[in-house]
């Protein structure tokens, strides 16, 4: 139904920038909130930074001034530009979508979150 797919990781040195895309695609009828999450090793999921579809936008406190979320509604795409990275942002960051999907018989379907797979961010020197 919807698939999500997220890009963009890798590894960068501390003060170095990175930018994560996160694409929704499928039989999609509406993308509402989007959002990046993160999980470090022995951690919780932890949500980074979200933004609904007027582009009202809401941060973690350790990542404000150094993140900026963004999205495309016509490409049903998300992105995070991470500025001044840390060793501490080292972890999977997640791709959530909240949508509504179109079905099989063509009716549009409850909202659902969909997740991507996660993509790996390791700041190291």
């Known amino acids: 139904q919807v698939q999500v797919v997220e890009s963009g990781g890798g590894l960068v040195q501390p003060g170095g920038s990175l930018r994560l895309s996160c694409a929704a695609s499928?039989?999609?009828?509406?993308?509402?909130?989007m959002g990046w999450y993160r999980q470090a090793p022995g951690k919780q999921r932890e949500l980074v930074a979200s933004i609904t579809k007027g582009g009202n936008t809401n941060y973690a406190d350790s990542v404000k001034g150094r993140f900026t979320i963004s999205r495309d509604n016509a490409k049903n795409t998300l992105y995070l530009q991470m500025n001044r990275l840390k060793p501490e942002d080292t972890a999977i960051y997640y791709c959530n979508t909240d949508a509504a999907p179109i079905t099989i018989t063509g009716m549009t379907g409850p909202r659902s979150d969909y997740w991507g797979q996660g993509t790996q961010v390791t700041v190291s020197s």
């Open positions: 499928g039989s999609i009828f509406m993308v509402y909130a």
